[in-house]
């Protein structure tokens, strides 16, 4: 079964996650060129290899950004275990009650992400993801039950990307006006997604 959630699952949150990963670059040239300086000189020094991926720090961050503003599985669900007393409150959460997680609300709130609504790559940098509070950010759910594909998806969406942005200038098409499409419980690209690839 695992498997097959990775080929069904899988597939379409990382198509997701590089189409609104194109998208934001094409928004902001300067974060795209970056990131491509970064490709070129790693794939130089290390060929087409996982190695070469895990040294792209800029371009993971760019990865990490998108998951926080797209997450492709926007709501985690639980399931109480035990009745927990919210700290500080007088509620409590019997055994057994579903739990569900918005991320979209967790990912841009101003209390842990400053100006959320800005696309900042650089709030995944080293310096500055330590200040990242714990459980704020949960692209791929988090303890236990983590997703089991996270470093294939991530290792995949990073392919794609590397593939594209290191032979294509990617800039927004006219004819699309951005945005989500709200009718689905996972994110996925609305209709008529579209972006202008330019050959370098």
Known sequence: SQAGIFFIAGRESSVTTICYTLYELAKQPEIQKRAREEIHEKLKEHGWTYDAFQNMKYLNQIISET???YPPAPLI???????????GT?????????????????HQDPRYYPDPLRYDPDRFSD??????KQCTYMPFGDGPRICVGQRLGLLQTGMGLVSILK?????????YKGGVDVSSVFLTVPEGFRLNLTKL
């Not at 310096?127 to 990242?132: D, G, P, Y």
């Open 67 to 69: 998951l926080r503003l």
């Open 77 to 87: 669900d639980r399931v109480c275990v035990e009745d927990y007393k919210i700290p």
């Open 90 to 106: 007088k509620v409590v959460i019997e055994k057994g009650t579903p739990v569900y997680v918005a991320l979209c609300g967790l």
């Open 127 to 132: 310096e500055n993801k330590e200040n990242i």
């Open 167 to 175: 032979n294509y200038e990617v800039s927004l098409d006219p004819t």
